[in-house]
């Protein structure tokens, strides 16, 4: 016998991509599957399918979800979790609502200084979380009372005023031009899985030690996932200002949470490494079609959560069984 | 020392006087090691005498708490692997180091993947660089495109070995490559690390196995306590032996007990179940009765399903007389039986909690006053274990992560040992044992059976298996095959036996 090894059995090719995929398939499967239940709740009241108007609205409102889910995803990626995103998002909202003049300078200024702000909040909890070895969600917890509390200060009462341009350019209201940022993200996040970061991103979230072990930064890589969290929980608060034409100091709040479910439904994994941004993506647009189904259906408002929590679990549950199934093969 | 003097040209990379100490113990305490180009030199030693440690200190893993790291004729001193790398020293250590949920691929070109004009990695090309690099190597069986956590245990230990030899080092560091490997993988390593001799760089390597380290390596330095004892160009096995123990390889197996002719205490008819069918034998009180056969031929499922862990399809169990029909691990425990794993670290142990906690896990309902853990019958139980297996810990509280394998696997038996079974199933516990500690736990084996206990003793170790029971039965293919009755058999009659050989050739 020669001193080579051989045997091969492979699998085909499709359902490989489906095995290795399984999350983002589920998710986006998902996202087809309640965007028809939505058009179907929508013709039963209606009369007619929902169009041009309803499609915009949706997509506008959800993409500073779609923003935070990217942010919550760089970080659950390297195993941690960002609390705080809702604070950055709050503070960032509130510094564009304070100082955003109309003119294309101040606009631009203060977009890059209020996206450099959302970096230097990411460094922040990057520190504390690399050089400081202490817990995630410990660190986004503390920060996320910080960040909530300049927000504050920064803008103690509901107001401001968004340049009507900067809403026309960031949230064109009249067509969805939305779709045109979801696909760039799509392919920024394609880029980025090829890049040098984006591997060491996933080595570092699939087993620390080893990563370490096989010469990657593994501080060097959390700080840039925690600052690109911040760069994107920014642009999360700059474009939900854009859409409400005016700031509030609490309005990102909700994002902590939404941003993990959206994570989740997207098939992203909790415990790390494993994962997409776009799954995430359309885990943030599943969640909002949920909201929107509910709307039609006429249940009660005040148990909105009650059937919205039902339907997380009952999906995380499902994709649980069909990933088990599916894999067994 | 008596070995030779290092006289013949510069290191490739050398450690003098390295230490270093874990929670008090010292791993390694002022060693020197020196390693020349284009050699194939061996690391030998117990368990515990600081081999792991020392190749983690020059891998760049762990930084020394003392002492001096030379490359060539640098001092040099390693913050991360990534520092050992730059040097071209590259680390294949005990515990792998690849991503589960990435491919084969990306974990063989990791840093090192093929990029287009932008720089961003060109994945169509990757799993093609990725094939062609195992092809070189003379790897075909394993699919680039599968993830890690899609691979066996096997292919894992060859991608990770695959992976640091495509960086071509000067020095490459194996850490007990072998033990995951079967016969012909291991033939396909020694291959390439003869290859890497031949283009004149340095390959070190552990192994518990003697006939590896005689059949390959250029060198051979023994350690022992944290220190190297000497390094010698060859060295007969029972000096190794004596020089890593202090003792003669003849007293490893302590004289066995005449059989005896007790109560049956553990009776199986025709049992059935996944991996294993027609399986009757009968356990005497007092009896040490051996499995033996080559690996995956059905002792493992047998064993997990006589503890309730894997189901059992048909036949009939009776344990000291009453009938049992274990559905879980808790209906086998209540009927006296315990099963000592062959994985301890993954089936058995928890490894960042202390030895006391370890010892006491399966007793903690019987510990329980009001919900409340005895504490003080807990610190005495746990303390006498130590005593009675001489369990070489700096304390109760410290971690069992921290501990030698051999001193591991001892806190595991220990803790089946304080829930008194009546039979112990034991599977392959001395794998990756050293020699020492090995020799007490066969006389442990032999004392517990002694003491009236049935004992099932599962064994890739022909050797040990025929030294150590009294009767042995061989599976193959999921059925027993031959019963190798007190007394009258040898190692070959059982590997005989499990081959399926009617007489032996040689």
Same mark, same amino acid.
Request: aromatic letters at 6%; glycine letters at 12%.
């Given at each position: 016998m020669s001193?080579?090894?051989?045997?091969?059995?492979?699998?085909?090719?499709?359902?490989?991509?489906?095995?290795?995929?399984?999350?983002?398939?589920?998710?986006?499967?998902?996202?087809?599957?309640?965007?028809?239940?939505?058009?179907?709740?929508?013709?039963?009241?209606?009369?007619?399918?929902?169009?041009?108007?309803?499609?915009?609205?949706?997509?506008?409102?959800?993409?500073?979800?779609?923003?935070?889910?990217?942010?919550?995803?760089?970080?659950?990626?390297?195993?941690?979790?960002?609390?705080?995103?809702?604070?950055?998002?709050?503070?960032?909202?509130?510094?564009?609502?304070?100082h955003m003049k109309a003119g294309i300078g101040s606009m631009l200024g203060w977009s890059a200084l209020i996206l450099a702000v959302g970096a230097g909040l990411g460094l922040v909890n990057g520190l504390l979380v690399a050089y400081g070895r202490l817990q995630p969600i410990l660190v986004t917890l503390a920060t996320l009372s910080i960040f909530q509390g300049l927000a504050i200060r920064v803008l103690p009462d509901p107001g401001g005023a968004i340049p009507q341009a900067y809403t026309d350019a960031l949230v064109n209201t009249s067509a969805p031009w939305a779709l045109v940022y979801v696909v760039a993200l799509a392919l920024l996040w394609l880029g980025f899985r090829r890049s040098a970061l984006g591997v060491a991103l996933f080595a570092v979230g699939n087993d620390e030690r080893a990563a370490r072990a096989n010469g990657i930064d593994v501080i060097r890589t959390k700080l840039a996932a925690y600052m690109m969290g911040g760069v994107f929980a920014a642009l999360a608060g700059l474009v939900l200002a854009a859409t409400a034409t005016s700031g509030d100091a609490t309005t990102g709040d909700g994002f902590t949470l939404r941003s993990v479910v959206a994570v989740v439904l997207g098939g992203v994994s909790l415990f790390g490494g494993r994962g997409s941004a776009i799954g995430a993506m359309a885990g943030a647009f599943i969640t909002m079609m949920i909201v929107n189904v509910l709307f039609f259906t006429a249940i009660d408002p005040l148990y909105q959560s009650f059937f919205e929590g039902l339907f997380l679990v009952v999906v995380v549950v499902l994709g649980a069984v069909i990933g088990r199934r599916f894999r067994r093969g | 020392m008596d070995g030779e003097t290092e006289q013949s040209g510069v290191a490739a990379i050398e450690g003098r006087g390295v230490s270093r100490a874990f929670g008090g113990v010292h791993a390694v305490e002022n060693a020197s090691f020196a390693v020349r180009a284009g050699e194939v030199?061996?690391?030998?030693?117990?368990?515990?005498?600081?081999?792991?440690?020392?190749?983690?200190?020059?891998?760049?893993?762990?930084?020394?708490?003392?002492?001096?790291?030379?490359?060539?004729?640098?001092?040099?001193?390693?913050?991360?692997?990534?520092?050992?790398?730059?040097?071209?020293?590259?680390?294949?250590?005990?515990?792998?180091?690849?991503?589960?949920?990435?491919?084969?691929?990306?974990n063989l070109l990791l840093g090192h993947e093929p990029r287009g004009p932008s720089g961003l990695i060109r994945r169509s090309a990757l799993d093609g660089a990725a094939e062609a690099a195992l092809a070189g190597l003379g790897i075909t069986h394993i699919d680039p495109r599968a993830l890690v956590e899609e691979t066996s245990l096997a292919e894992r230990q060859v991608i990770e070995i695959a992976r640091a030899v495509l960086r071509a080092p000067r020095v490459l560091f194996l850490d007990e490559p072998t033990s995951a490997l079967v016969e012909h993988e291991v033939e396909w390593l020694f291959a390439i690390v003869r290859r890497l001799r031949g283009e004149g760089r340095a390959v070190v390597f552990t192994s518990h196995r003697w006939r590896e380290v005689a059949s390959i390596a250029d060198r051979i330095t023994i350690m022992r306590n944290g220190t190297e004892v000497g390094t010698f160009p060859t060295i007969e096995e029972s000096e190794a032996v004596r020089l890593m123990t202090g003792r003669r390889v003849g007293a490893l197996y302590p004289p066995l007990a005449p059989a005896p002719t007790g109560d049956t205490v553990l009776a199986a008819e025709h049992l059935e179940g996944p991996g294993f069918r027609d399986v009757s034998f009968r356990l005497g009180r007092g009896e040490i !009765?051996?499995? @033996? *056969?080559?690996?995956? %031929?059905?002792? +493992?499922?047998?064993?997990?399903?006589?503890? =309730?862990? /894997?189901?059992?399809?048909?036949?009939? !169990?009776?344990? @000291? *007389?009453?009938?049992? %029909?274990?559905? +879980?691990?808790?209906?086998?425990?209540?009927? =006296?039986? /315990?099963?000592?794993?062959?994985?301890?670290?993954?089936? @058995?142990?928890?490894?960042?909690?202390?030895? +006391?906690?370890?010892?006491?896990?399966?007793?903690?309902?019987?510990?329980?006053?009001?919900?409340?853990?005895?504490? @003080?019958?807990?610190?005495?139980?746990?303390? +006498?274990?130590?005593?009675?297996?001489?369990?070489?810990?700096?304390?109760?509280?410290?971690?069992?992560?921290?501990?030698?394998?051999?001193?591991?696997?001892?806190?595991?038996?220990?803790?089946?040992?304080?829930?008194?079974?009546?039979?112990?199933?034991?599977?392959?516990?001395?794998?990756?044992?050293?020699?020492?500690?090995?020799?007490?736990?066969?006389?442990?084996?032999?004392?517990?059976?002694a003491g009236g206990r049935g004992v099932l003793l599962y064994s890739s170790d022909a050797l040990e298996l025929s030294h150590l029971c009294h009767r042995v039965l061989v599976m193959r293919e999921g059925r027993i095959v031959r019963e190798l009755a007190a007394g009258g058999f040898t190692a070959e009659d059982v590997v005989a036996a499990a081959v399926g050989e009617t007489q032996l050739a040689a």
């Amino acid at each position: 016998m020669s001193a080579s090894l051989a045997a091969p059995a492979r699998l085909t090719r499709v359902r490989r991509y489906l095995l290795h995929n399984l999350g983002l398939n589920l998710a986006l499967a998902l996202l087809v599957v309640v965007v028809a239940l939505y058009c179907g709740v929508y013709f039963a009241q209606q009369g007619r399918f929902p169009g041009n108007f309803e499609l915009t609205s949706t997509v506008d409102n959800t993409m500073p979800l779609v923003l935070a889910a990217i942010a919550q995803t760089l970080v659950v990626l390297t195993r941690g979790i960002d609390l705080s995103i809702g604070g950055m998002m709050d503070l960032t909202n509130a510094l564009a609502a304070a100082h955003m003049k109309a003119g294309i300078g101040s606009m631009l200024g203060w977009s890059a200084l209020i996206l450099a702000v959302g970096a230097g909040l990411g460094l922040v909890n990057g520190l504390l979380v690399a050089y400081g070895r202490l817990q995630p969600i410990l660190v986004t917890l503390a920060t996320l009372s910080i960040f909530q509390g300049l927000a504050i200060r920064v803008l103690p009462d509901p107001g401001g005023a968004i340049p009507q341009a900067y809403t026309d350019a960031l949230v064109n209201t009249s067509a969805p031009w939305a779709l045109v940022y979801v696909v760039a993200l799509a392919l920024l996040w394609l880029g980025f899985r090829r890049s040098a970061l984006g591997v060491a991103l996933f080595a570092v979230g699939n087993d620390e030690r080893a990563a370490r072990a096989n010469g990657i930064d593994v501080i060097r890589t959390k700080l840039a996932a925690y600052m690109m969290g911040g760069v994107f929980a920014a642009l999360a608060g700059l474009v939900l200002a854009a859409t409400a034409t005016s700031g509030d100091a609490t309005t990102g709040d909700g994002f902590t949470l939404r941003s993990v479910v959206a994570v989740v439904l997207g098939g992203v994994s909790l415990f790390g490494g494993r994962g997409s941004a776009i799954g995430a993506m359309a885990g943030a647009f599943i969640t909002m079609m949920i909201v929107n189904v509910l709307f039609f259906t006429a249940i009660d408002p005040l148990y909105q959560s009650f059937f919205e929590g039902l339907f997380l679990v009952v999906v995380v549950v499902l994709g649980a069984v069909i990933g088990r199934r599916f894999r067994r093969g | 020392m008596d070995g030779e003097t290092e006289q013949s040209g510069v290191a490739a990379i050398e450690g003098r006087g390295v230490s270093r100490a874990f929670g008090g113990v010292h791993a390694v305490e002022n060693a020197s090691f020196a390693v020349r180009a284009g050699e194939v030199h061996a690391l030998v030693g117990e368990n515990g005498a600081g081999k792991s440690t020392l190749i983690r200190i020059l891998g760049g893993l762990i930084r020394p708490d003392g002492g001096e790291i030379r490359v060539g004729d640098e001092t040099v001193s390693f913050a991360t692997p990534r520092d050992a790398h730059a040097r071209g020293i590259r680390t294949v250590f005990q515990e792998l180091t690849l991503f589960p949920a990435m491919s084969v691929a990306e974990n063989l070109l990791l840093g090192h993947e093929p990029r287009g004009p932008s720089g961003l990695i060109r994945r169509s090309a990757l799993d093609g660089a990725a094939e062609a690099a195992l092809a070189g190597l003379g790897i075909t069986h394993i699919d680039p495109r599968a993830l890690v956590e899609e691979t066996s245990l096997a292919e894992r230990q060859v991608i990770e070995i695959a992976r640091a030899v495509l960086r071509a080092p000067r020095v490459l560091f194996l850490d007990e490559p072998t033990s995951a490997l079967v016969e012909h993988e291991v033939e396909w390593l020694f291959a390439i690390v003869r290859r890497l001799r031949g283009e004149g760089r340095a390959v070190v390597f552990t192994s518990h196995r003697w006939r590896e380290v005689a059949s390959i390596a250029d060198r051979i330095t023994i350690m022992r306590n944290g220190t190297e004892v000497g390094t010698f160009p060859t060295i007969e096995e029972s000096e190794a032996v004596r020089l890593m123990t202090g003792r003669r390889v003849g007293a490893l197996y302590p004289p066995l007990a005449p059989a005896p002719t007790g109560d049956t205490v553990l009776a199986a008819e025709h049992l059935e179940g996944p991996g294993f069918r027609d399986v009757s034998f009968r356990l005497g009180r007092g009896e040490i !009765l051996g499995f @033996g *056969g080559l690996t995956g %031929h059905g002792h +493992r499922e047998l064993f997990l399903s006589l503890f =309730g862990a /894997a189901p059992l399809s048909g036949g009939a !169990l009776r344990v @000291g *007389g009453k009938p049992l %029909h274990p559905r +879980r691990p808790r209906d086998a425990m209540a009927a =006296g039986i /315990a099963l000592i794993p062959e994985d301890r670290k993954t089936e @058995g142990l928890l490894l960042p909690m202390s030895v +006391r906690d370890n010892l006491t896990l399966a007793l903690i309902d019987l510990l329980c006053r009001a919900g409340v853990i005895a504490r @003080g019958r807990e610190r005495s139980m746990a303390q +006498r274990m130590v005593a009675t297996l001489q369990i070489k810990t700096p304390s109760l509280a410290q971690a069992v992560g921290n501990l030698s394998g051999g001193n591991q696997q001892k806190v595991l038996l220990g803790r089946w040992l304080l829930a008194e079974p009546q039979v112990l199933l034991l599977s392959d516990v001395t794998r990756g044992v050293d020699v020492a500690t090995k020799s007490e736990i066969y006389e442990l084996i032999m004392r517990l059976a002694a003491g009236g206990r049935g004992v099932l003793l599962y064994s890739s170790d022909a050797l040990e298996l025929s030294h150590l029971c009294h009767r042995v039965l061989v599976m193959r293919e999921g059925r027993i095959v031959r019963e190798l009755a007190a007394g009258g058999f040898t190692a070959e009659d059982v590997v005989a036996a499990a081959v399926g050989e009617t007489q032996l050739a040689a």
